[in-house]
């Protein structure tokens, strides 16, 4: 069974009046969002774990913790923390774990219509 992290931003920390995000957006919509990728995740067979970050300097040492309970095979960043300028939440140092496992990749949450979804490693 593949392990996958879902990294993303605390709903109720989200600017909701920022232009660039859609209108209508807000914390329940998010959540609900969250559920259904879980839920996705789940019946791929995966076994999903959320990890929930503060658009602060915390970020780093929440993923960090999440990251050292479980040998992840992936890692799917979701677009509110990906995406600048909420992605400067991240320091450099909090990077090194990702790419020190080498049984993880890191997948951003891209819809492709040629990919069910993560991409995860072989085996």
């Known amino acids: 069974m593949k392990h996958v992290l879902l990294v993303g931003q605390e709903p109720e920390t989200v600017d909701f009046s920022d232009p660039a995000l859609p209108p209508g957006l807000n914390a329940e919509k998010i959540r609900g969002g969250i559920a259904a990728a ?3 995740m789940t019946d791929r ?3 999903p774990n959320l990890c929930l970050v503060r658009p602060d300097e915390s970020a780093g040492a929440t ?3 999440h990251l050292a309970s479980t040998a992840y095979d992936c890692v799917v960043i979701g677009g509110g923390v990906r995406i600048p300028p909420r992605s400067r939440c991240f320091s ?5 774990p990702c790419t020190s496992r080498l049984r993880m990749r ?3 949450s891209i819809r492709n219509p ?3 979804g993560p991409l995860l490693p072989d085996g």
């Open 92 to 96: 450099r140092r909090s990077s090194t």
């Open 114 to 116: 040629k990919t069910p």
């Open 106 to 108: 890191i997948s951003p």
């Open 63 to 65: 993923l960090e913790r």
């Open 38 to 40: 879980m839920k996705q």
């Open 45 to 47: 067979g995966w076994r």
